[in-house]
């Protein structure tokens, strides 16, 4: 699976922005798909996943609100829609993607994600 991530740029505070995450490869429904993101002089985090099939998501207490994650299995793609943007959500994004072959509890550790993108700079100015 290889995913690209795009989508990102400049907005200003209170602003919205919808990040895209396009995988090549099959990805089944038992597949997580999560977006983390990590800011300058800081370690990666957690911002939100689901379970590709629908219906289970997860999100950081930080994002929960604003944040909503989603996709369109007919595109294999999969979307991170951001509102009331922060100065804080200024950060790379990434998304990733968990194998698994059968439904389970998500995860928020970087580690159990076995595919990710490339990221996209996403800048809220104040």
């Known amino acids: 699976v290889q995913l690209q991530a795009y989508g990102g740029g400049l907005v200003q505070s209170g602003g919205s922005l919808r990040l895209s995450c396009a995988a090549s490869g099959q990805i089944l429904n038992t597949y997580v798909m999560g977006w983390f993101r990590q800011a300058p002089g800081k370690e990666r985090e957690f911002v939100t996943a689901m379970i590709w099939r629908g219906g289970i998501t997860s999100y950081a207490d930080s994002v929960k609100g604003r944040f909503r994650i989603s996709r369109d299995s007919a595109k294999n793609t999969g979307f991170l829609e951001m509102n009331s943007l922060k100065s804080e959500d200024t950060a790379v994004y990434f998304c990733?993607?968990?194998?698994?072959?059968?439904?389970?509890?998500?995860?928020?550790?970087?580690?159990?994600?076995?595919?990710w993108g490339q990221g996209t700079l996403v800048t809220v100015s104040s």
């Open positions: 990733a993607v968990a194998v698994r072959n059968r439904m389970g509890p998500l995860s928020r550790r970087s580690l159990d994600f076995d595919y």
